[in-house]
């Protein structure tokens, strides 16, 4: 398997999650973004996989969402 498509499986997986996480705990993607301290665009667009988070923003998604980081992986 090569590394672009290792890299899109791990991007699909993760903003899954986020998207199920989101969804399982009745937030709207703005409710996420403002908890996560960023704009509204920012967060659907790395909901959307069309972005690439840093770590720092998906440790406050990850606080936002109340779950730990490694539950994305």
């Not at 997986?13 to 996560?36: G, H, P, Y």
């Not at 840093?54 to 606080?63: D, E, H």
């Amino acid at each position: 398997m090569s590394y672009e498509t290792k890299y899109q499986k791990a991007i699909q997986s993760i903003t899954a999650k986020l998207e199920s996480t989101r969804k399982a705990n009745n937030l709207t993607q703005k409710d996420v973004a403002f908890k996560s301290e960023m704009e509204e665009q920012n967060y659907r667009r790395i909901e959307q996989g069309e972005t690439n988070p840093t770590l720092k923003s998906l440790t406050k998604i990850c606080t936002a969402l109340d779950i730990e980081l490694k539950d994305l992986f």
